[in-house]
């Protein structure tokens, strides 16, 4: 079992940044594909931005590219999710998730094991 924790979410206005941070307390994740999704009240759960477990290949949603960047630190156990240009839309619980190192679809939630609780970025217009 490897427990998440996310952090770093706030309110903030529309064009500010903010990055998250995901760890797992306790745990080496390094050997873990890892992924950002976000979900709004009534809404899907939708992939955001996935790296591979040694960092060298990143993906995007659409709607984050060129705005959003995933990174990791596997000596600090911790995967960070640089958001710039924050929009209205973006308001939502950002979710990291852990998966298998040969994850063939980073946008499948089913392609992950392990969960955080997510925590909250509310962007203001």
């Known amino acids: 079992q490897v427990q998440l924790v996310e952090s770093g979410g706030e309110l903030v206005h529309a064009g500010d940044s903010l990055r998250l941070s995901c760890t797992a307390p306790g745990r080496t994740f390094s050997s873990y594909a890892m992924g950002w999704f976000r979900q709004a009240p009534g809404k899907n759960r939708d992939f955001v931005a996935g790296i591979t477990f040694n960092g060298d290949n990143t993906y995007y949603a659409d709607s984050v590219k060129g705005r959003f960047t995933i990174s990791r630190d596997n000596a600090m156990n911790t995967v960070y999710l640089q958001m710039n240009s924050l929009k209205p839309e973006d308001t939502a619980n950002y979710l990291c998730?852990?998966?298998?190192?040969?994850?063939?679809?980073?946008?499948?939630?089913?392609?992950?094991?392990?969960w955080g609780q997510g925590t909250q970025v509310t962007v203001s217009s």
């Open positions: 998730a852990a998966g298998p190192t040969n994850v063939e679809d980073y946008r499948d939630l089913d392609s992950y094991v392990y």
